[in-house]
């Protein structure tokens, strides 16, 4: 292992894609009809995380059982080959792609982290050549999903702990201090991951986090 490891962390939906992405493989899976009735049977939940009355780990546990529950792991693969022939190559983002690309050129060890789920990025990052991916696990149990997360959702604070816990395996590392870390990311659920970053990058521009200003008297 090198004297200094250098490691890059994407965001994945917003960051190195345009928008969300887990509405559209619904939708480009389900047909429109059914995600659309599946939308209306989660619109409590959904609603309540509209509102900030429901935490979006609980609306998204909800909006995924409904969607995915007793689905065979064939019909995810069939599903992610048709949402990455069609809905992807449209989606990436050119700036972010090409930081990607850089650290893969310079050969930085580069880990995709993201709260969607592994039943089609699994795929992506092999394709986009990551050397890792951290995101929301999906409980599989034979060869079908229960519609459950087998982790939870890695958004926010998540995202630290369980890069964290990939950090000490793959390397042997108890903290980022003994790295040169980049992070990119787009929402305030990818701040906590940008704090561990010497560089960081929200919304496409150099981030460092402020402190709030001191009242005076």
């Given at each position: 292992m090198p004297a200094v490891t250098v490691i890059a962390a994407f965001d994945f939906d917003g960051t190195l894609t345009r928008r969300d992405t887990l509405n559209p493989f619904l939708a480009r899976g389900l047909g429109w009809?059914?995600?659309l009735w599946t939308l209306l049977r989660c619109s409590p939940w959904l609603a309540g995380y509209a509102l900030r009355l429901v935490r979006n780990d609980v609306a998204k546990?909800?909006?995924l059982q409904l969607a995915l529950g007793g689905r065979s792991l064939a019909e995810m693969d069939d599903w992610t080959t048709r949402w990455l022939a069609q809905d992807l190559p449209g989606q990436l983002q050119d700036w972010t792609l090409a930081r990607l690309r850089e650290h893969q050129q310079a050969g930085h060890c580069c880990v995709l982290v993201s709260a969607s789920p592994d039943i089609y990025l699994a795929r992506l990052a092999k394709q986009l050549g990551f050397d890792a991916l951290i995101c929301t696990e999906m409980e599989v149990e034979g060869e079908h999903l229960t519609g459950r997360m087998r982790t939870p959702n890695c958004y926010g604070e998540q995202?630290?702990?369980?890069l964290?816990?990939?950090l000490s395996?793959?390397?042997g590392l108890a903290s980022f201090a003994?790295?040169?870390f980049y992070a990119y990311g787009d929402t305030s659920g990818d701040k906590p991951m940008l704090r561990l970053?010497?560089?960081a990058w929200y919304r496409g521009q150099p981030w460092r986090e402020t402190a709030p200003a001191q009242a005076v008297g």
């Open positions: 009809p059914r995600y546990a909800h909006l995202k630290v702990i369980r964290q816990a990939w395996e793959r390397f003994g790295t040169t970053a010497q560089h």
